[in-house]
């Protein structure tokens, strides 16, 4: 009892600092000139070092580097919400359809699951990618329709256990459709199981965003912190031992990932405890 009540404060204070840092990327996402010493146009003495203009110096071609990186954030988080809101769309439908009807429905929609859930997906992303023409809007769709497997299966259980419920048979009995039932009295339930899939989800897609961006297979137009990575490394960055050039980046890049992990972990135990009851 004891070393579960240290380890809670612990958590959460662990819980609050995460949310503190997504909040922070979030708003210097949606308002990034206000943050941007220099707009993403503005060109000065390429390979700069960092001083007082510059705190993080210039890339290759003369960019203020601290600029690129804030409004890269624009970017590399709207492809990780957006993606996980695929995946979570597409996996969510699946799980309910298939845990609530079952049969043959269930055998169909779990064996496609299966399928899916088999196929490696950085070689397949990556595959695809490379036939596709570059879009921020089609890799999201890539990303989201590569990550749903999981969340199809945890839903469908829970929906298994909620379907032979008493409210949800009373709902039944009084006349209300298939649709009615999965809307209105299970899919709110779903919410401890899907916020931790759908922060897993966003962490997944911030990671093969920025290695098909440092393989060169994303939008070369668009600006996100894997594409940072990419310039220093083919543009001298990391010839030159730039290191403010790729490390920061890279830094964010981690402490999204770490945070939203962190989040989804915490929201994941009790989900899991309400699956067990």
Not at 77 to 88: N, P, R, T
Request: aromatic share 12%; hydrophobic share 50%.
């Amino acid at each position: 009892m004891r070393g579960e009540g240290c380890e809670r404060p612990i958590q959460d204070v662990s819980l609050y600092l995460c949310i503190g840092v997504i909040a922070i990327f979030f708003i210097v996402a949606v308002i990034p000139g206000v943050f941007a010493p220099y707009t993403e146009n503005e060109r000065f003495i390429p390979y700069q070092h960092p001083d007082i203009d510059h705190f993080l110096g210039t890339d290759d071609m003369g960019y203020d580097i601290l600029s690129l990186l804030i409004y890269a954030a624009r970017i590399s988080l709207l492809i990780g919400l957006c993606a996980g809101g695929v995946s979570i769309l597409i996996g969510t439908s699946i799980g309910l359809i298939s845990g609530y009807i079952r049969g043959w429905t269930d055998d169909l929609l779990m064996s496609v699951t299966d399928i899916v859930l088999t196929i490696p997906k950085i070689p397949a992303i990556i595959l695809i990618s490379a036939f596709l023409r570059p879009s921020i809007w089609i890799l999201i769709l890539i990303l989201g329709f590569f990550s749903w497997e999981t969340t199809a299966r945890v839903v469908r259980a829970r929906t298994l256990q909620i379907s032979t419920s008493g409210y949800i048979l009373s709902a039944r009995s009084l006349g209300f459709s298939s649709y009615q039932v999965l809307i209105s009295d299970i899919l709110p339930v779903m919410y401890p199981v899907i916020l931790p899939k759908f922060m897993l989800t966003i962490a997944g897609a911030m990671i093969s965003e920025a290695s098909l961006s440092f393989l060169g297979l994303s939008d070369p137009t668009m600006n996100s912190w894997g594409r940072m990575i990419s310039d220093a490394f083919t543009h001298g960055g990391f010839i030159r031992e730039m290191w403010w050039w790729f490390l920061p980046p890279a830094v964010c890049i981690c402490g999204v990932i770490i945070s939203v992990i962190r989040i989804g972990m915490v929201y994941e135990k009790p989900g899991q405890e309400s699956m067990v009851e």
